[in-house]
């Protein structure tokens, strides 16, 4: 066993010796490529491994990375793995964002990481699908993103709050309570928060009020849940709070094909105001 800086062009040799191996997952390749071009590799004692024969065994996603990252990086390297090893490679269960938040000393690290995963989403690609291949986030990025958004540890009490009222999910509200609040910091959000929870005294039209019963509706609701619930929730969680601080009326909320993710508004009324006083 050594340790190796492996070149792009050492890595694409090295992939010649895959002579029999797992399919290469493209959404894998690029995921590790990624966190290569930005910076978090980091050098452990996962690596690759040839056999007794010199054929590639284990670490062909990391060299296919490498190649197609274009960068150089140092990779810990093994011979001689006897060939039958090869059933217990990569059995174990990968380290989630939840887990790499938890040993962080972060509570509530599963709900926080999946906050954390829907703002980096929010944040560099709104209108994109929030599922598969494209919105996987690494655990390095999550750490980052709660690093430069400290803020979201207290909307995320908020977000918990709205879901155990309404079924919005937590990230979703979220996400929606730590824009919001980080866009307008002149709007004094209590109002917003009861009236979402309670619906208590809102009269038909309500934001508010919309938002809860759309939220109840769907969780209630028998048809196929999407993968992207977030996006839909925080979708009809922006629309309500834009026409809720801007005092407009709103019966319903509905999301249309290829809708793209409401900005937050500036403007203020004198009813939203009254609703804040």
Not at 44 to 70: M, N, P, S, Y
Not at 81 to 97: A, C, H, I, N, Q
Not at 245 to 262: A, C, D, F, Q, Y
């Amino acid at each position: 066993m050594e340790v190796l800086h492996v070149s792009p062009e050492l890595a694409t040799e090295w992939l010649t010796r895959n002579t029999n191996n797992r399919p290469l997952s493209k959404g894998a390749v690029q995921q590790l490529a990624g966190q290569i071009q930005r910076g978090e590799w980091q050098l452990t004692h996962q690596g690759i491994a040839f056999d007794e024969d010199g054929v590639l065994i284990d670490g062909q996603h990391r060299l296919a990375a490498i190649a197609k990252a274009g960068i150089t990086v140092p990779l810990t390297v093994t011979y001689g793995v006897p060939r039958t090893s090869f059933t217990v490679m990569d059995t174990g269960r990968k380290r989630t964002g939840r887990d790499a938040l938890a040993l962080a000393g972060e509570a509530n690290a599963t709900h926080l990481a999946a906050a954390l995963r829907g703002l980096h989403l929010y944040l560099h690609a709104p209108d994109s699908t929030w599922s598969g291949g494209s919105s996987v986030t690494s655990n390095d990025q999550l750490l980052i993103m709660l690093e430069k958004h400290p803020g979201i540890r207290d909307a995320l009490q908020h977000g918990i709050a709205l879901n155990r009222a309404c079924r919005i999910t937590v990230t979703a509200a979220t996400i929606g309570w730590y824009v919001t609040t980080e866009a307008r910091p002149d709007i004094d959000q209590s109002s917003w928060k009861e009236g979402v929870v309670t619906g208590a005294r809102l009269e038909p039209g309500d934001p508010r009020l919309t938002l809860r019963n759309t939220m109840l509706s769907l969780a209630t609701g028998k048809s196929h849940r999407r993968r992207d619930d977030s996006r839909e929730h925080l979708l009809y969680y922006l629309k309500a709070w834009n026409a809720w601080v801007e005092g407009r009326s709103i019966k319903l909320l509905r999301r249309s094909p290829n809708e793209t993710m409401p900005r937050i508004s500036t403007r203020s009324s004198l009813a939203s105001a009254d609703n804040n006083a």
